[in-house]
């Protein structure tokens, strides 16, 4: 799903959803409890309040 697919989807702004996926893609990389980003399922309806 790309940064415009979801900010179309939640009616977030495209920069705020490409700021978050990166954070969380950080995140994601820095611990070891995901071992892909395909097991990791963001909850996007929290993305406006980020």
């Given amino acids: 799903m790309s940064a415009r697919e979801i ?3 939640t009616g977030a702004n495209v920069e705020t959803v490409r700021r978050w996926l990166l954070k969380h893609r950080l995140a994601i990389r820095g611990t070891t409890t995901h071992s ?8 996007w309806s929290r993305l406006k309040q980020d």
């Avoid at 892909?36 to 909850?43: G, H």
């Fill in 36 to 43: 892909s980003d395909d097991d990791y399922n963001p909850d």
């Fill in 7 to 9: 900010a179309d989807e």
